[in-house]
């Protein structure tokens, strides 16, 4: 058996350790703009459920309680405009990312096999090819992609990193080319309630699948929206045929939900109101950050959803992450998502009002 250094890439924010150094170093502190991870308080409704369900001493079911199923199926429908959703097209993950890494050795994928996603990506993508020993590429548009041999295929629009939003007409032509030529498509949604200059339409809307979800599923979680990166809750929506064997070996894996989390997502999905109010958090850190990188000389492209500005100065990416770590400034270099990224630096809009505002400060 390789060994596993021989199977997958270096860990990438390894690299970055020097230039957080350096912006640790500043007098009035970092400002950690390099990763999406949320710092705003849990939803107060979402903390009561967890605990009020913290007495939960026997094992959870992969497929989650009744409840989780209703209020998952509810908000596809009510948010995303799915229509005939059962509990059939549903599965609970244990967050998204558990689900990327481990998707191709699940659907039982191997040398052979291909896997693609889009050239400007999360790595994940491709560590979960990796992890499967399958063959992977990226692609501009995926339908100018050889079938031959593409067992899986990936969306993600809202995009990591860029913010680019496929728009319906997009998804329509990819939906129906990746069904004339047999190819699973799973499109990951993490950021569908994060549009800002676009309004992000799902795989799962009538409209692009024609009312029906054969060879398509959806990813989903709740790190984002609902600040709940620390409880690892998430989802798929999409076709039966696909998920009930996903069901399936996961139950043989283990792989499930924790009770106390599987309540907090009920109520997190049932909630609205919190969402509405992050997302005003998040647009204004997104204006101000906006503001001062261009007042700065950057170039912002896309970025029209999602939680990140995807920012260029025409320059090496890791240039422009020493630039701004020398102002306590800490950004993720674009080649981490690929070659395509190697101008760019992708900024987050994950951190707290006040170091948003020392940022901002510190580009003027």
């Known amino acids: 058996m390789s060994a596993v250094s021989d199977r997958l890439p270096v860990f990438p924010w390894d690299k970055l350790e020097p230039y957080k150094k350096t912006a640790a170093a500043h007098p009035d502190g970092i400002v950690d703009l390099s990763v999406g991870t949320p710092v705003d308080p849990v939803p107060e409704l979402i903390q009561k459920a967890l605990v009020d369900a913290a007495d939960s001493p026997g094992y959870p079911t992969v497929w989650g309680t009744p409840a989780l199923r209703d209020v998952i199926t509810g908000w596809l429908e009510r948010r995303l405009g799915a229509r005939e959703v059962t509990h059939r097209h549903v599965l609970p993950i244990v967050g998204s990312k558990e689900l990327v890494a481990w998707l191709p050795t699940q659907l039982g994928l191997g040398p052979g096999d291909r896997v693609a996603f889009p050239r400007l990506a999360y790595p994940t993508y491709e560590v979960g090819a990796r992890l499967a020993r399958a063959e992977f590429e990226a692609y501009d548009d995926p339908t100018e992609l050889d079938p031959a041999g593409l067992r899986l295929l990936w969306l993600n629009s809202p995009s990591n990193p860029t913010g680019r939003v496929l728009s319906k007409e997009e998804l329509t032509r990819i939906v129906a080319w990746a069904r004339e030529h047999g190819v699973l498509l799973f499109s990951d949604e993490c950021y569908i309630e994060l549009g800002w200059e676009a309004d992000p ?8 699948n024609g009312g029906s979800y054969d060879g398509i599923v959806s990813v989903h979680s709740l790190s984002k929206r609902s600040n709940l990166a620390g409880y690892r809750a998430a989802f798929l929506a999409g076709d039966p045929a696909v998920l009930g064997p996903l069901l399936e070996i ?17 109520a997190a999905l049932g909630d609205d109101e919190h969402v509405r109010v992050q997302r005003e958090r998040y647009a204004a850190r997104r204006e101000a950050l906006r503001a001062a990188l261009l007042s700065h000389g ?14 260029t100065r025409d320059e090496s990416c890791w240039q422009t992450v020493a630039h701004l770590a020398e102002r306590g400034i800490l950004v993720a270099p674009g080649d981490f998502y690929g070659p395509a990224g190697e101008n760019f630096v992708r900024v987050a809009l994950t951190a707290t009002d006040e170091r948003v505002r020392a940022a901002v400060e510190r580009l003027a």
């Not at 339409?201 to 692009?208: I, N, Q, R």
């Open 298 to 311: 950057f170039r912002i492209e896309h970025s029209e959803a999602s939680l990140y500005l995807w920012a």
């Open 201 to 208: 339409v799902s795989v799962l809307h009538p409209d692009v």
């Open 250 to 266: 996961r139950k043989h894996g283990g792989m499930m939900t924790s009770a106390p989390t599987q309540a907090a997502v009920v």
